[in-house]
RNA sequence: GGGAGAGUUCCAGAGCGGUCAAAUGGGGCAGACUGUAAAUCUGUUGUCUACGACUUCGGUGGUUCGAAUCCACCCUCUCCCA
């Protein structure tokens, strides 16, 4: 199976420009493309990873990559399929979050001489004049069908700023830019990028005269149509730092059962014949598939050794017999001590499971907090100094969430 | 530039002088059920030294015994006209 074939059966292809050319450029490896990274954050997430994964499979068979960093674009911000205004990021904010996403992808991908290229559109927006643009580009663009877009629709009841409005502009001419220096023919990304992406080709045919194509990556989502990769606390991140391997591992293995072969179609590179031999469980079997799918991808961000860390973590959790050695731990100070005792409401707070006191107090009442394995009755327990010595104190939060406090 | 309207707790959105820590829905958290799933049902959802106290309704000042609610100015946004 070629390239192009299996990115479909994978159900990785949203959009094409022309389905024809692009199969004919992959897959024979005569495509350079580029794939643009907005410094949003300082550290990469899921989206971004499967990008990062389509790069490699498109380089593995041969096409030559292009990690573009949005370090000029990052300082207008892209406003596609949001409802409001996005934060306006500080320069120095911009590139701390440039430095950490490079040293993320170089764990992903080999950059170097005749590997993948990893340039940053600072390098040329920023220096662009404002007249020149404009007479250089602006005539290619017509506002009429910029409003049209699909990305701006939301934004047309609540309002656009001019300011927000260039972003298309900025990434039209990234591409129309890297087509020139690079020769790059390809630009990826995710389906919400579909109308930037459309400018480009657009702005090159019109300035060149010549055809470049785009293609999108289908967005992750769940079978209730919310975009995959996100918690109420945000993000699911690839920095160990900011997700555990141990988070990462779980939101995966807690998906919904409507949701595992699809991530595991788009997520993994696991043989497709193997995930079509998944696809006829059912039932608490599923629950197999979860396991695989959280092993797999929690191998691909973190190493085999992590990997396996946190599926021992989580059997040993969940199967009883709790193994405490890689769970999250608070380390508790001598102030968290009054009398050499700690209540059960501070304890909650002092390890992060609770916001507030009279979270911890609601959270006791309803019966949600087990400490020790021994259910807490009442908000007023008390817990000596000397139980946090050693192992010191599993807290549980709800079924799922366990939590080891120890002293110094 | 002119005119109209809006800013309420995580979000949406009621409230229009005391009975307001603020309806309702969503989301979150917990309990029951279960397969570490989904659905469903129940409770809960500002802070605290917790049957009481304290701080919140864009900002600042004012009227009043009393303000999310009234007035003045300011800021932000939306809509209509140019």
Redesign the pocket.
């Known amino acids: 199976m070629q390239i192009y074939e299996e990115l479909k059966a994978r159900g990785l292809i949203a959009q094409v420009t022309d389905e024809e050319e692009i199969r004919e450029l992959v897959n024979n490896g005569k495509a350079t493309f580029y794939i643009g990274f907005d410094p949003t954050a300082d550290s990469l997430h899921v989206g971004h990873f499967m990008a990062l994964c389509l790069m490699k499979r498109l380089q593995m068979a041969g096409n030559k990559p292009i990690a573009l960093l949005g370090g000029g674009t990052g300082m207008v911000g892209d406003p596609s399929g949001r409802s409001d205004l996005r934060q306006v990021m500080t320069v120095d904010t911009i590139q701390h979050n440039c430095d950490c996403f490079k040293k993320q992808m170089e764990h992903f991908i080999e950059f170097g001489e005749g590997k993948a290229k990893m340039i940053n559109n600072a390098d040329w927006l920023l220096k662009l004049n404002y007249i020149e643009l404009m007479r250089e580009v602006g005539s290619c663009f017509s506002v009429n069908n910029m409003l049209r877009a699909e990305c701006y629709k939301q934004r047309m ?3 656009l700023t001019f300011f927000e409005f260039n972003y298309m502009i900025m990434q039209a001419y990234d591409f129309y830019h890297m087509y020139q220096t690079d020769g790059c023919n390809m630009q990826f990304g995710g389906d919400d990028q579909w109308s930037n992406m459309l400018a480009g080709t657009e702005l090159i045919r019109r300035k060149l005269g010549k055809d470049a194509y785009a293609m999108t990556i289908t967005l992750l989502m769940n079978s ?1 149509g919310k975009k995959m990769g996100k918690t ?1 606390n945000g993000a699911v991140w690839l920095d160990p730092a900011k997700t555990s391997p141990f988070d990462f591992y ?1 939101y995966w ?5 409507a949701d595992v072969l699809k991530c595991i179609r788009m997520l993994t590179f696991l043989p497709l014949d193997e995930i079509d031999a998944m696809d006829h469980w059912e ?2 079997q ?2 197999r598939a ?1 396991e695989i799918l959280a092993m797999e991808l929690t191998t691909l961000i973190h190493g085999t050794e992590e990997a396996q860390k946190a599926e021992e973590a ?2 040993g959790l ?1 199967a009883g017999g709790a193994s405490t050695e890689h769970m999250p731990t608070t380390v508790l100070g001598d102030a968290q001590f009054e009398n050499g005792t700690i209540g059960a409401l501070s304890l909650l707070v002092a390890c992060g499971l609770c ?5 911890a ?3 006791v009442q ?3 907090v087990t400490i020790n394995d021994k259910k807490v009755e009442g908000v007023d327990a008390v817990y000596q100094r000397d139980d946090f010595a050693g192992e010191g104190v599993i807290v549980k ?5 366990f939590h080891r406090a120890v002293t110094q």
């Open positions: 009841e609540k309002g209730e109420a779980q293995r807690n998906i919904g059962d039932g608490s599923l629950n979860k989580a059997h969940f916001a507030s006191n009279g979270e107090r609601r959270l309803q019966g949600g939060k709800g079924k799922k969430i």
